[in-house]
């Protein structure tokens, strides 16, 4: 086929799909997608993967233009009741995170500057002391996420050395995090020690050489084994390590900074529980269950601490100003003790049924006759608290024996805008309460409604 057959650049423009574009976004804008898809198009049309039909390039060029439409806001309603969606961007912020970002950003900061002397100060000054302050260590640093807080750790105190590691815990997290990986990536050497489901502490100190640098253990964050299992406590393996001279590092994932049993849950790792039994370098994410930034946070032994900071992959790793404010704001919350009243991630875990009940009756009531009022359950994802299910009350619209009619409704609320993100379950979609902010309410009733209805 050859190429000139392709519509012309200004018939294309005429075309009336392609003028509402315009109309939309601004001529010039849509003007550079269709000049760049028309190039794009030539060469598929040459290899014969399109046809050069004008209607197909146009419609082609509408969903791309509404592709790039869409960047800018990038806010969504999140009604799967999943509270940490990797997918939706785990944690959303507390209003007093997102502020500070906005100060931080639209401002010049203190980043680097300690105004009362006028001296260059470390940029993880502020975020060092809050940790100090919360979890008791000696020190404290902050990297771009938890899987750069376990390389730097690793690369900077145990390159060219042993490290060892339980068969329970090489574990995968999700988006190709494997423990095996990040360990050979950092230069160590990886010794497996135990089974899947038994590591005894001699496990562990019979794997001791003298060119062992660190035990790691891990928390098993999204999964359990239940049964016929074994894993020594930390207490009893920093115990063991000094004698050794051997380093202890826990990365415990979530970084839950209280006891979840007071609210009922499962215990969930803490750093300063970790710390108090003897780890060198507690490692965690800065948003999953703490509710702040995506971050790596990692507390412990001053002198370790300093080593990370002077490694050369530190200044690769490092966050940055927007970064460090929210993750700082979010840390303050903890300070006034107001951590669960305020950040969302636990006002949505802490949710009561009753308000999550009355919330779902009154969307039912919004939505109309097709919408009924539904017991389920939320779950806490990003790897924390695995096996824990919330119960709550859901809103359901039941697509009878039709499901591609349940897909059409989802799909139709994902791609409006706010988009709105619902699952799917036995023919029925669903909309949980526990998920959706609170000033969200009339926007997504509006939303659902007018998809009902079309
Ligand atoms: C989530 C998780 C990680 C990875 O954390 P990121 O901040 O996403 O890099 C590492 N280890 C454990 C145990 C986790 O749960």
Redesign the pocket.
Known sequence: MPARELPSIDRIMGHHSVRALSSQYGRAWVTDVVRYQLSQTRSMVLSGIVTPALESIVSLIVKKMHEIGQIGSRAIINATGVILHTNLGRAPLGSEAAQAILDTVQNYSDLEIDLLTGLRESRQKQVKDLLCYLTGAESGMVVN???AA?LLALSATSAGKEVIVSRGEEIE?GGS?RIPDVLKQSGTLMVEVGTTNRTYIHDYESAITENTSALLK??P??FRIEGFTHTPDIAELTQMARKHGVLVFH????GCLFETEKYGLTHEPMPQESLAKGADLVLF?G??LLGGP?S?IIVGKAEIIELLEKHPMYRALRVDKMNLASLSATLLYYMKGEADTKLPVWQMILESETNLKQRAKKWAQAIGARAIVIQGSSTIGG?SLPEETLPSWLVAIDCGKQSAKCLELVEKLRIGKPPIIARIDANMVLFDPRTVLQQEDSVFLQRVKEAIRD
């Open positions: 996420n938890n899987a376990m997290i995090f891990v928390h964050s999204n990365d415990i994932g979530s994410s948003d999953k995506q790596g790897g």
